[in-house]
């Protein structure tokens, strides 16, 4: 079946580490998205990638990486310079100039 | 600054109930909106997709309807059944804004048996 793997599912990390979390599609979409959700706040977009090799900064990226070697992957770095860095990550993807974006299950991150 | 508002914040109904959940925007060039659901701890669904050419679009129990002069959609879901319980949240996408949406905080609905 085609989808949207993230993991790992649940990850905890001491202050001052990066950490990498995945995000992997088989539907063939061209754009990836990263998306943070907090309580109380809406979905906020931290990356997206419309082709690989390129990706532009979204509303939140300090303290955040990214890279877009495959069409399929879209990793996620969360550095020691993100101050606030718990939070629920969220990936999703779209065929280009499409509207409906599939999301995979998401990445809980929480630091110690 | 375009904002998304969802109103109530939560809602619990009984089974079998019609219910309405509100989506109000504040972007006068809207290109879509969208309804998704989430469970809790899990990623989202995407429900129903409204273009702004749109004024509703139809899935099964689900109806979600546009409003661009109000600036207002609604999601009505039809016999309410507690497989239904899950945040529904509403996202619309500015005609000028590269592919991001502007997202509501949701409307967590607890149908109870």
């Known amino acids: 079946d085609g989808g949207i793997t993230q993991s790992p599912k649940y990850l905890f990390r001491k202050e001052g580490q990066n950490v990498t979390l995945s995000c992997e599609q088989n539907?063939?979409?061209?754009?990836m998205y990263w998306y943070r959700q907090d309580p109380g706040q809406g979905l906020r977009l931290i990356y997206y990638?419309?082709?690989?090799?390129?990706?532009q900064k979204g509303d939140i990226a300090e303290g955040y990486s990214v890279s877009r070697e495959k069409k399929e992957s879209f990793p996620l770095t969360v550095t020691s310079a993100q101050k606030n860095p718990t939070a629920f990550y969220l990936c999703?993807?779209?065929?280009?100039?499409?509207?409906?974006?599939?999301f995979g299950a998401g990445s809980r991150l929480t630091v110690l | 600054k375009q904002e998304v508002t969802q109103i109530p914040a939560a809602l619990s109904v009984p089974e079998g109930e019609n219910l309405v959940l509100n989506c109000s925007f504040t972007d006068s060039a809207i290109y879509n909106l969208q309804w998704f659901r989430q469970d809790p701890g899990k990623g989202l669904t995407s429900l129903l997709l409204i273009q702004s050419s749109q004024r509703e679009q139809t899935s099964g129990r689900l109806n979600a309807s546009l409003d661009k002069s109000s600036g207002r959609s609604t999601l009505y879901i039809a016999a309410s059944q507690p497989g239904d319980s899950a945040t529904y949240l509403c996202a619309e996408e500015n005609a000028g804004n590269n592919r991001k949406l502007i997202w509501g905080l949701g409307t967590s609905l607890a149908v109870n048996p």
């Open positions: 539907l063939n979409h061209d754009a």
């Open positions: 990638s419309q082709i690989v090799n390129d990706f």
């Open positions: 999703a993807s779209s065929t280009v100039g499409a509207n409906v974006l599939t």
